[in-house]
Nanobody, 123 residues
Framework: QVQLVESGGGLVRTGDSLRLSCTAS????????MGWFRQAPGREREFVAA????????NYTNSVNGRFTISRDRGHDTVYLQMNGLKPEDTAIYYC????????????????WGKGTQVTVSS
């Protein structure tokens, strides 16, 4: 059974940092692009960040560029999202995602989803 399991969410204050983790299991994800999406209350799910299977390319939505960093550990099929300088507008459920195609993933084409982890940033 394929699973993406997120962890690391929580309640923090403006300016704080969090590190999200996502561990994939059930198949070999070493050749998959991995990424993060988020959904705030009353809003559609949006792309946040992605990393290709070789970790040679990353992509971020403009609102997190320079504050968030995506990385992965291929040996353990784990992807991370280091979030610094958090703002109240970053409050959302963060979902881990995977697809074989890096550009497809950036465009929202997701083959596998995690169940999400809540991030809440208070002002």
């Amino acid at each position: 059974q394929v699973q993406l399991v997120e962890s690391g969410g929580g309640l923090v204050r403006t300016g704080d940092s969090l590190r999200l983790s996502c561990t994939a299991s059930g198949r070999d994800f070493s050749t998959y692009a991995m990424g993060w999406f988020r959904q705030a209350p009353g809003r559609e799910r949006e792309f946040v960040a992605a990393i290709n299977w070789r970790s040679t390319s990353t992509n971020y939505t403009n609102s997190v560029n320079g504050r968030f960093t995506i990385s992965r550990d291929r040996g353990h099929d784990t992807v991370y999202l280091q979030m610094n300088g958090l703002k109240p507008e970053d409050t959302a459920i963060y979902y881990c995602a995977a697809h074989l195609g890096f550009l497809v993933l950036i465009d929202g084409g997701v083959e596998y989803w995690g169940k999400g982890t809540q991030v809440t940033v208070s002002s």
